[in-house]
């Protein structure tokens, strides 16, 4: 995953400016720029606008939560989220066995993943799918076992 600092050292690179001429363009303190670069500070809320301005990029791209740029490219989760009136979330199907995920390994990956984790939809139905299983007879003699080693242990 990229973070602020990498991403705010890359554009500024792009454009060719130093460290200390990226500070005066936007008003900084002149080593403020080394600062978040280097990740010794964050910038403020009202600095990462400025400086997405700036740059004309998305504060979440500048924080490197996605890979798009621009607004209204974002991936198709960002867009999904952006509707009004979102769908509702699918009905969860008990699987049969354990289910493997496994990244493909582009860049993209971390983003998506990151904005899927924060996304309050995904947290409630994450939240409601664990405790289903845990009120279920199979989970709750899991918990059972689970019990059963932490005393042996003890």
Do not use: H
Request: charged letters at 25%.
């Amino acid at each position: 995953m990229v973070t602020m600092a990498q991403r705010i050292e890359a554009l500024r690179t792009e454009r060719n400016l130093s460290r200390p001429a990226l500070s005066a363009a936007l008003g900084f303190p002149k080593n403020a720029a080394e600062k978040f670069e280097t990740g010794r500070q964050t910038p403020s809320q009202s600095q990462q606008e400025q400086l997405a301005s700036y740059f004309g990029v998305t504060l979440a791209y500048l924080r490197g939560e996605v890979d798009v740029r621009e607004e209204g490219q974002g991936t198709w989760l960002e867009r999904a989220y952006a509707e009004e009136d979102p769908a509702p979330a699918p009905a969860v199907r008990k699987a049969a066995g354990p289910t493997v995920v496994q990244s493909s390994g582009g860049s993209q990956d971390g983003a998506v993943f990151t904005a899927l984790l924060k996304s309050p939809a995904f947290q409630s139905l994450i939240r409601s799918t664990v405790l289903d299983v845990l009120r279920s007879p199979e989970g709750q003699a899991l918990l059972d076992q689970a019990v059963k080693k932490e005393r042996s242990r003890c």
